[in-house]
């Protein structure tokens, strides 16, 4: 199918950008990657009277590395996070995670804000974002703000962001201590996972300390897993976790849908949450 007729703007700085967006004499979108906008564009499910493309726009795909934080800018490539050996050495998590989505011809435009903001409740990114308690920047012609990701994301492609809105960058707490990986199960490499975890531990003798889990495909939202995270303290990871598997399963309600029941997803979450252990016991990312 054809796109809907819509207006087609190229700002060349931010500024021009929020102006674009503070308009309300039209319903405006941002093209990021256009990887699912596109798509939405072509099978009538965005109707938009502009589409902004923010792809001229310097300064808004930097990577900046702190002592206690990674700042990433919106429009930073999968394809070029995935590779950038700054990012690898000081959040090794996030190209781990990056390299489960899609395909390298999709990462090679898909950009990290718009996965955010995009907020496919499977999407492995915003359960990372969640797990890391990462702080999404937004800019406005009025101003900025800063959200929290557990109060980003709201629902099925649903997010706080307003209209008027431009995610500029996210910042991910580095959590010095923490070792992470990203577990899932999806139907073929590169698939949206039907249960994906972003699992995090600090240890000490062996024992850990502190926990940070965070799911994808189990709720209308990435969802972190409290009542999992204060099981697994005082465990080690190669003991018995029939405790912190029961924590998990009873705290979430994940949907039945087309791609699987909700007893089939509660599984594969216990599965997930088994073999994240595993590895982590033997090391995983820092
Ligand atoms: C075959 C295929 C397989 C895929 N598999 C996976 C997968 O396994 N895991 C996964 O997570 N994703 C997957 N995706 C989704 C892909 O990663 C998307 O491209 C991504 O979700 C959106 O990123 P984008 O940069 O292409 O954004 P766009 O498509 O350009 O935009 C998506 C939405 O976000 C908004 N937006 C984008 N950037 C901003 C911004 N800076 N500020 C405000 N709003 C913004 C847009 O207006 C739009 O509503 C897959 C896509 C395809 C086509």
Redesign the pocket.
């Known amino acids: 199918m054809k796109p809907p007729a819509f207006d087609y703007q190229e700002p060349r700085t931010l500024d021009e950008i929020v102006e674009l967006l503070a308009r309300t004499d039209q319903d405006a ?12 564009l072509n099978l009538r499910l ?1 109707r938009p009277d502009v589409v902004v493309d ?1 792809n001229r726009v310097p300064g ?1 795909d930097g990577v900046e590395v702190a002592d206690d934080a990674v700042v990433l800018g ?2 930073a490539r ?1 394809a070029t996070l995935e590779r950038d050996p700054v990012l690898a050495d000081a959040l090794p998590i996030v190209p781990e995670a990056i390299r ?4 390298p011809q ?2 090679n ?3 990290l ?3 955010l ?2 907020a ?1 409740p ?5 359960a990372v974002a969640v797990a890391l308690d990462a702080r999404l920047h937004l800019r406005a012609r009025d101003g900025g703000r800063t959200e929290e990701a557990a109060g980003f994301f709201q629902s099925v492609f649903t997010t706080s ?1 307003r209209p008027e ?4 960058a996210v910042e991910f707490p580095r959590h010095q201590g923490f070792r992470f990986c990203f577990e899932e199960v ?1 139907r073929r490499h ?4 039907f249960v994906g975890l972003c699992f995090g531990v600090r240890l000490e003798d062996g024992v850990v300390t502190a926990a940070r889990l965070a799911g994808a495909g189990i709720a209308e939202r990435p969802l972190r897993l409290p009542a999992a995270e204060a099981a697994l303290v005082g465990h080690r990871l190669s003991g018995d976790l029939a405790e912190v598997l029961d924590a998990a399963s009873a705290e979430v309600d994940p949907p039945s849908d087309i791609h699987g029941t909700a007893s089939f997803r509660r599984g594969l979450l216990r599965a997930v949450i088994r073999r994240a252990a595993a590895r982590l016991d033997q090391g995983g990312s820092r």
């Open positions: 979108t941002v093209l990021a990657g256009g990887q699912s906008l596109v798509p939405l965005a923010i808004l919106a429009m999968l489960l989505v899609a395909h999709i990462r435009r898909t950009t804000g718009g996965s903001c995009h496919d499977a999407a492995e990114l915003p962001r809105e431009l995610l500029t999806s590169g698939d949206f996972p």
